[in-house]
C-alpha cells in the first residue's frame, strides 16, 4: 500500500549549518510511537541524508525541507533540497557511508532529481520492525 503523502506527520525547513542532522534527529524522533529500533534507524537514516546535504553545500545558507509520514505500516522520511546538495552517486561508486547505511537499514530508497530541485528519500516498512 502506498504512503498517503497528502497529509506529512512532520514537516520542517532546516538551514544547513552544523546543527542541522542533529536538529533533525530531534524533530523526527518526536513524530509517533515508534518501537525504539525503529525510532533508532529512522533517526540513524534520517541524520544521514541531512548531513550528506550539508557537507555538499559546505554548511552554508541553504535550506532544506524535511518531511515524514508514519502510518501503521510504513515510515517515510523524505528530504528536499537542491539537486547540487543530494549529489546522486555514480553506478560504480558505492563507497559513501550514508547510502551503505541506507542499502542495509531502509527497504527502500532513492534520489529522484528534477530540475531545479531534488528529493532523498527512505522507507521502513513497520511489519519488520515489532
Known amino acids: 500500500m502506498p504512503v498517503d503523502l497528502v497529509a506529512p ?54 535550506e532544506v525541507e524535511l518531511l515524514a509520514w508514519m502510518p501503521p505500516d510504513v515510515v517515510r522520511v523524505e528530504l528536499h533540497a537542491p539537486r547540487e546538495l543530494l549529489d546522486p552517486p555514480r553506478p560504480d561508486d558505492w563507497t559513501e557511508y550514508d547510502l551503505l547505511l541506507l542499502d542495509q537499514v531502509a527497504d527502500r530508497w532513492a534520489i529522484d532529481t528534477a530540475e531545479p530541485s531534488a528529493c532523498m528519500w527512505f522507507e521502513i516498512d513497520r511489519e519488520s520492525h515489532p
Open 9 to 62: 506527520d512532520l514537516q520542517v525547513s532546516l538551514r544547513l549549518d552544523s546543527f542541522a542532522p542533529r536538529a533533525a534527529r530531534y524533530y523526527v524522533a518526536q513524530v509517533d510511537r515508534p518501537s525504539p529500533d525503529l525510532r533508532d534507524a529512522v533517526v540513524l537514516l534520517t541524520s544521514e541524508l541531512v548531513s550528506r546535504a550539508a557537507q555538499h553545500s559546505g554548511y552554508g545558507p541553504d
